[in-house]
């Protein structure tokens, strides 16, 4: 099973922006997971300051295995776990 890292930047720019939103969504991914036929394990990770928020682009910032979502909101980021989850199964 697919184990799924979620990386949510937590410092003061992303939270004003709606990075907590974003975890309480992941973390109901449970859910939902049934639709994923229990194919991957979501693990989100609340994480300090990425350094992304210096240069004026627009958080929140969120990873999903990696791959960084700008102004992520709730439905990009599931999304973005969906796909990798579908990913995983390709492979
Ligand atoms: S607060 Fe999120 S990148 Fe700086």
């Known amino acids: 099973m ?13 939270v004003m922006l709606g990075a907590m939103n974003i975890i309480d969504s992941v973390h109901s991914l449970d859910e939902i ?3 994923m036929d229990q194919c991957c394990e979501v693990e989100v990770r609340a994480v300090p300051c990425m350094g992304l928020c210096k240069g004026g ?14 102004g992520g909101e709730s439905d990009s980021v599931m999304a973005a776990i969906m796909d990798r989850c579908a990913q995983s199964q390709d492979t």
């Open 2 to 14: 697919a184990n799924i890292i979620v990386e949510v930047c937590s410092g003061t720019h992303c």
């Open 33 to 35: 997971r049934h639709d």
């Open 57 to 70: 682009a627009q958080g929140p910032f969120v990873r999903v295995d990696g791959l960084l979502i700008k």
